[in-house]
Nanobody
Framework: QVQLVESGGGLVQPGGSLRLSCAAS????????MGWYRQAPGKQRELVAA???????NYADSVKGRFTVSRDNAKNTVYLQMNSLKPEDTGVYYC???????????????WGQGTQVTVSS
């Protein structure tokens, strides 16, 4: 069994910063891509940023230049540094990881429980 545990959300004023973390644990053989999605009220879940095991990154156009995704492979952890936050960044942020487990030997997508980010004055 695999668990993804997120932390770091909260309330911040426009222009502020937050750092999200997501740690994977369990019967893990390897972790491929890791990433962050968000879902605003009344909207579909969308990709915010992703990073491969080799360190290649991909960002939504709306966050380029403001958000940075990184990972610590030794800790099975992915981070999202969010700067210059805007009210439209408000939503529930979900961690996603494609993980190959040891028992059973299988590759699946796993999701965290979500963490609320609210950008408001």
């Amino acid at each position: 069994q695999v668990q993804l545990v997120e932390s770091g959300g909260g309330l911040v004023q426009p222009g502020g910063s937050l750092r999200l973390s997501c740690a994977a644990s369990g019967s893990i053989f390897s972790i491929n891509a890791m990433g962050w999605y968000r879902q605003a009220p009344g909207k579909q879940r969308e990709l915010v940023a992703a990073i491969t095991s080799g360190g290649s990154t991909n960002y939504a156009d709306s966050v380029k230049g403001r958000f940075t995704v990184s990972r610590d492979n030794a800790k099975n952890t992915v981070y999202l540094q969010m700067n210059s936050l805007k009210p439209e960044d408000t939503g529930v942020y979900y961690c996603n990881s494609r993980i190959t487990t040891i028992i059973p030997i299988r590759t699946s997508d796993y999701w965290g429980q979500g963490t609320q980010v609210t950008v408001s004055s």
